[in-house]
C-alpha cells in the first residue's frame, strides 16, 4: 500500500520563497501582526493563523540551522549560521512574539475562540506571558550557545584501537566482543578518552548552572528545576509527581534488574559483574549485528514498518526519498540521535550515529515513532498542536519501539536471534528506566543547590547513582569512572530537565504493548487515535486515547514491570 503525502504546506501570510537572512528582513512581518486592525472573531482567527505560520517558518528555520551543525561540528560555516541566528535573530524574536501574544490575550475576540481548538494554545500562551522576562534573553543566548560545547566537545572524542581511529560510538560496540580481557581494555580506553575532558566538561557545567539559576531568579523562582519546569509547559503534573516516579522505579524496577543481572553473572560464570560484562551475550554467543550498513537498515526497517501498519513504512520512506536521514557514525558528527519536525515542510529529519548494533536498529523504530506523529499532526493550523511535550512525544516513538518488535524478523532471520533481539530490549528498557530516575533526580539535587562545588556534585551524583544502580554490579575501583558516567549525558548539558518525559513514557509504552498482547488491533488504532490529537487535548486525556493512563503510582509501576517480568521470561 503506497500512501501519498500532501505537498508542503502552503503560505497564506509569507510569501513562498520568503527566507530569513537579517532581523531588518524580519521585522517587518512582526510589524504587521502588531498593527493590524482585528474587527471581528474571523479576523482575529485569521490574525492567529498568520502568526503560527510566522512561527513555524520561523522553527523550521532554526531547525535546519541546528541539523547542519550537528552533521558536521568542525563546519565553521555551519555553527556560525546557528550562532547568528541564536544570538543575533532569537533576542529580537523572543520580544516580538511576547508582544503578540499579549495582544492576543488582550483582545476582545480571545474570550470567543472554540475552547476544544484553542483551549491547550491559551493556555501555553498565558504560561509563556507569566514566565517571560527580558533580562533573560540574553542569558538565554548564551546559555544556547555555551551548551551546545557540550555536542562538540564529544564530537571530536575518537581513540586509537588495533590501528583504527573510531569515534566514541564505534568504541562502545566493542564492549559486546565475547573477549573479557578485550571488553575491559575498551573500557578503560573510553574512560580514560572521556577523563581528558573531563575540567573542560565540568568548567562548561559550571557555566551553564550559573546562566540557569540567574534565569530563575529574573523570573521570580527561588530555583531553576521550578522554573524550568513551568517554561516546560508541565501544567499537568508537579515536581512532586517526578519524585514519585523516582520511588516507584527504585522499588520496582531495580530489583527485576538486579534479578536479570544476576541472572547474566551465573550465565558468564563470573564471580564479579564488571561494567563492562553488561553488553556483552551471556552464552558467548557473537554480537546481535542486524544490519551492515545504513541503507540495509533502512530497507529492512521500512519492510518490517509496513508490516506493522503501512503509514509506518511509508513515513521513514518518504524521509529517505526526501533525503532527510542521516544515519552513520563518523568523526566530527555530534552524538545522539533525534527526529527533527520540520512544521512547514511537513516532513521530518531524523540524525543519528548508526555503527551496526541492535540499539541502532531500536534508535531507527524510536525516532520513526517520532516522524510518524509528525506526519499525523502536520495539518494543524496552530504551532502547539503539533509542538508536542515530551510526555507524549516520547509515548510516540518508545511504543513503536515495542510494537515493532514482532517485525525484527526483517533483520534476524534465525527464531533465536529474534527472540534474543527482544530480550535484550526489554533489558535496555527496565535499565533505561533505572538510568532516566537517576539522571532526573541529580537534576533535581544539582539546581536546588546552586550553590554547591564539585565535590559536593561528586557525591551527590555518587549517591543518587547508588540508589538506582543494580548491587549485582561490581565497580570496586571505578569510582572515578563512575563519577563521571552523567558527563555524557547529552540532555544535561542541552536540554535540562528534558528526560523524566522518557520514564514516563516508557511507562505508557509499556501499558500499550500490554493491550496490544491482548487486542492488537484496538491497541494498534488506539495508539493512531491518541497520535492524531497531537497535543490538542491535556496529557493525561491523550493517554486516556491511547487506552492507557498517565500514572506514576507504584501499583501501576509494580504492574507494568510485572508484565515485562513475564514478557522476558516467555522469551527465555
Known amino acids: 500500500m503506497y500512501i501519498a503525502f500532501p505537498k508542503p504546506i502552503n503560505r497564506q501570510f509569507l510569501p513562498d520563497e520568503w527566507h530569513i537572512s ?6 517587518p512581518w512582526f510589524q504587521e501582526l502588531q498593527n493590524r486592525t482585528i474587527d471581528s472573531r474571523q479576523a482575529f482567527e485569521r490574525w492567529i493563523d498568520d502568526l503560527n505560520e510566522l512561527m513555524a517558518t520561523l522553527d523550521e528555520d532554526f531547525a535546519w540551522r541546528y541539523i547542519r551543525m550537528s552533521i558536521n561540528t568542525e563546519d565553521k560555516r555551519a555553527a556560525e549560521h546557528y550562532q547568528y541566528g541564536v544570538q543575533q535573530l532569537m533576542p529580537h524574536i523572543s520580544k516580538a512574539i511576547n508582544q503578540l501574544h499579549n495582544k492576543l490575550i488582550q483582545s476582545p475576540f480571545c474570550n470567543q475562540l472554540d475552547p476544544e481548538i484553542y483551549g491547550i494554545y491559551l493556555r501555553q500562551v498565558c504560561n509563556e506571558l507569566e514566565l517571560f522576562c527580558e533580562q533573560n534573553i540574553p542569558l538565554r543566548t548564551q546559555e544556547q550557545v555555551k551548551a551546545r560545547q557540550h555536542g562538540q566537545i564529544f564530537g571530536r572524542m575518537t581513540m586509537q584501537i588495533e590501528g583504527k581511529t573510531l569515534t566514541l560510538q564505534q568504541a562502545g560496540k566493542l564492549l559486546q566482543d565475547p573477549n573479557r580481557n578485550k571488553r575491559e581494555e575498551i573500557y578503560h580506553t573510553i574512560q580514560e578518552r572521556i577523563a581528558q575532558d573531563e575540567p573542560a566538561l565540568q568548567a562548561l557545567f559550571d557555566e551553564l ?15 531553576y528545576r521550578d522554573y524550568k519546569h513551568r517554561a516546560l509547559g508541565r501544567l499537568d503534573y508537579t515536581p512532586k509527581d517526578c519524585m514519585r516516579f523516582h520511588q516507584a522505579i527504585a522499588r520496582h524496577i531495580k530489583p527485576l534488574v538486579a534479578q536479570l543481572h544476576l541472572l547474566k553473572k551465573k550465565k558468564l560464570g563470573l564471580d564479579h559483574l564488571r561494567p563492562w560484562d553488561l553488553s556483552v551475550d551471556p552464552l558467548g554467543e557473537a554480537p546481535l549485528r542486524p544490519f551492515q ?9 521500512i519492510r518490517a514498518l509496513q508490516r506493522l501498519h503501512p503509514l509506518f513504512g511509508e513515513s521513514l520512506r ?7 536521514l542521516d544515519l552513520e557514525s563518523r568523526p566530527a558528527k555530534r552524538p545522539g540521535g533525534y527526529n527533527m519536525p520540520l512544521h512547514v515542510t511537513g516532513v521530518p529529519f531524523i540524525f543519528m550515529n ?27 493550523r496552530l504551532l502547539t498542536a503539533k509542538e508536542l511535550p515530551s510526555e507524549i512525544a516520547e509515548l510516540a516513538s518508545m511504543t513503536m519501539e515495542l510494537l515493532s518488535m514482532d517485525y525484527w524478523d526483517e533483520f534476524f532471520q534465525d527464531a533465536a536471534s529474534l527472540r534474543r533481539a527482544q530480550r535484550e530490549h526489554l533489558e535496555s528498557v ?12 541529580f537534576q533535581h539535587w544539582i539546581y536546588t543547590h546552586p550553590q554547591h562545588n564539585h565535590q559536593e556534585r561528586q557525591a551527590a551524583w555518587m549517591k543518587i547513582f547508588e540508589e538506582f544502580a543494580s548491587p549485582q554490579v561490581d565497580r570496586t575501583g571505578l569510582e572515578n569512572a563512575t563519577a563521571r558516567l552523567w558527563l555524557r549525558q547529552l540532555h544535561i548539558f542541552e536540554v535540562p530537565f528534558y528526560y523524566i518525559e522518557y520514564g514516563m513514557a516508557q511507562l505508557g509504552a509499556i501499558a500499550i ?19 492524531e490529537l497531537g497535543y490538542t487535548q491535556p496529557i493525561p486525556e491523550v493517554y486516556a486515547a491511547a487506552g492507557i493512563r498517565f500514572d506514576f503510582s507504584e501499583a501501576y509501576v509494580e504492574e507494568l514491570a510485572d508484565f515485562i517480568g513475564e514478557e522476558l521470561t516467555r522469551l527465555s
Open 22 to 27: 537579517d532581523w531588518s528582513k524580519l521585522k
Open 209 to 223: 548552572i550559573t546562566l540557569r539559576h540567574q534565569q530563575a531568579l529574573n523570573a521570580g523562582f527561588d530555583n
Open 293 to 301: 550498513h545504513v541503507d540495509e537498515l533502512v530497507a529492512k526497517g
Open 318 to 324: 518518504t524521509m529517505k526519498d526526501m533525503g532527510h
Open 354 to 380: 548508526a555503527v551496526g548494533t541492535l540499539s541502532d536498529l531500536r534508535t531507527l523504530m524510536h525516532e520513526t515513532g517520532h516522524a510518524v506523529h509528525s506526519f499525523l499532526t502536520r495539518h494543524y
Open 430 to 441: 527496565l535499565n533505561g528506566l533505572l538510568w532516566i530516575a537517576t539522571v532526573d533526580k
Open 513 to 531: 504493548w500490554k493491550n496490544y498482547r491482548q487486542n492488537p488491533q484496538k491497541a494498534l488504532s488506539q495508539y493512531i487515535q491518541a497520535l
